[in-house]
Nanobody, 126 residues
């Protein structure tokens, strides 16, 4: 089964930037990928989604214009560039494979996504 490993999180001041990486254990060319986040005491929420070839992207309203998702299938990696970070962006960020075809994807809900790794923690604080 294809596995994904997230990295790139850390502590950043409000207004700062981070780029998260999601690296696959094998070929990911045929899969859309979603980024999600979960803050303590809250449900996991969809942040962004990218189609298998990168031609279509989606963003949660809360991050639209600040976050950019991209992918490099040759490097088996999906990126999430996060700019103008806010304290409310603090969460554990995870990526996951979308097992459903694009027309049936449940994004921003998690139902069609998996597997879930440990994620990478992003903390935005002064």
């Amino acid at each position: 089964q294809l596995q994904l490993v997230e990295s790139g999180g850390g502590l950043v001041q409000p207004g700062g930037s981070l780029t998260l990486s999601c690296v696959a254990s094998g070929l990911m060319d045929y899969y859309a990928i979603g980024w999600f986040r979960q803050a303590p005491g809250k449900e996991r929420e969809g942040v962004s989604w990218i189609s298998s070839r990168g031609g279509v992207t989606k963003y949660a309203d809360s991050v639209q214009g600040r976050f950019t998702i991209s992918r490099d299938n040759a490097k088996k990696t999906v990126y999430l560039r996060m700019d103008s970070l806010k304290t409310e962006d603090t969460a554990n960020y995870s990526c996951a494979i979308d097992y459903a075809p694009p027309s049936s994807s449940t994004w921003p809900e998690t139902k069609s996504f998996g597997p879930w790794g440990q994620g990478t923690q992003v903390t935005v604080s002064a």
